[in-house]
């Protein structure tokens, strides 16, 4: 053996896109050994094609970006302030939270999208429950209790979302729903038999009929990447889960596709494009979209379905709206006027309303 023979490194993989420094992990989405600026740069390119590809935003917009705190709208956050300065988007970027009144949880969880406002630079619009409908969730769990609370928080935040979107006067709300969470609401909607809401759920703009459209630029991106990308980059993020959703329906979705991701981590994406391919059958009866007669805001029904909430909440009558067809117009008369202009939802409250 020669005297200048150096021994090789044994065990020590190679980055598979550069071959120059050694691999730090292994990519979820698709098995790849990757190093962290490979991995960091991948990750963003792939955000920046689906934001080309889908038209996502276009020059001049003001975009509100969803913020409750957590790992996927940190990161959305970071990653739309990076790409915004780093390709020339033209948007003017602000965050917006919703405080759903949870103490111990949301109280938290806002201090972080604070610090976040600070880091990023971007103006932060917090709206609240007890401001817009009069409740808090504690208010409303110590009333109906654990069951079906998340009911009245999912149609509530929807709402408050596009209301203080309105506030903000933005053209556009990106969230930072992942790949993960499309599927489970693919599955989701499957096993409800809501053939109007599966119909749109892969959709990557939304509520583009309605008074602000809602994009996902995470949609193709696996949640264990994401969470891998803050973890690496040191993000600002809380991690606590809702203390009122241990038993949430879509828990259960959740660990289906877990499952589903160990044994073949493509599952994910498959179910999205399943999701995708679906059609309607043209016999299929789809709800007509009109708006509340109460408060103005997007509603197939007389009345919207957080103001059916309300009328319940506020007549000692929490189970009222709950399930499907329950509330002011289940016998489905379409006795409303129609406004085919774009509703405005800034000027009227559900909260505000007398019951």
């Known amino acids: ?35 962290r600026e490979c991995f960091y740069a991948v990750f963003e390119e792939e955000i920046h094609q689906v934001i080309l590809e889908n038209q996502l935003f276009k020059p001049g917009e003001r975009i509100a970006i969803g913020a409750s705190g957590g790992k996927d709208s940190t990161v959305l956050a970071y990653v739309l302030s990076e790409l915004n300065r780093r390709h020339n988007y033209g948007l003017d970027l602000f965050l917006l939270s ?18 976040n406002e600070l880091q990023y630079g971007l103006p932060l619009k ?53 790949a993960d969470d499309i599927a489970e609401t693919v599955l989701l909607n499957i096993l409800r038999g809501d053939i109007a809401r599966l119909s749109r759920c892969t959709s990557i703009i939304t509520g583009e009929d309605g008074p602000i459209p809602r994009c996902k630029p995470f949609k193709y991106t696996y949640e264990k990447e994401i969470v891998m990308y803050a973890y690496f980059k040191k993000l600002d993020y809380f991690s606590t889960k809702c203390i009122y959703s241990p038993n949430a329906y879509r828990g259960f979705a959740r660990e289906f596709i877990k499952d589903l991701e160990r044994t073949r981590p493509r599952a994910i994406l498959d179910i999205i494009k399943s999701g995708e391919d679906f059609r309607i059958s043209t016999t299929t009866k789809m709800p007509e979209q009109g708006t ?27 189970k009222l709206g709950i399930g499907r067809n329950q509330g002011l117009n289940s016998d489905g008369k379409k006795d409303r006027k129609r406004d085919s202009r774009t509703p405005s939802i800034e000027s009227k409250q559900c909260g505000s309303l007398e019951f």
């Open 126 to 178: 917090i709206v609240s429950y007890k401001d817009l409908y009069g409740w808090t969730m504690d208010e409303i769990v110590k009333m109906i209790g654990l069951k079906n609370n998340c009911t009245f928080c999912g149609v509530f935040r929807r709402q408050a979302l596009d209301r203080g979107a309105a506030l903000l006067k933005v053209d556009k709300v990106a969230t930072g729903h992942n």
């Open 1 to 35: 053996m020669e005297a200048d023979s150096k021994p090789k490194k044994s065990g020590a993989r190679l980055c598979c896109v550069c071959n120059q420094n050694r691999a730090a992990l292994k990519r979820p989405k698709t098995l790849e050994q990757i190093c």
């Open 292 to 318: 509340c007669e109460r408060c103005g805001y997007i509603s197939s029904q007389k009345w919207c379905k957080a103001c059916v909430l309300l009328e319940g909440l506020n007549r000692g009558l929490p």
């Open 98 to 115: 919703v405080d759903e009144g949870i103490t111990g949880y949301r109280d938290d969880s806002l201090e972080t999208v604070k610090r």
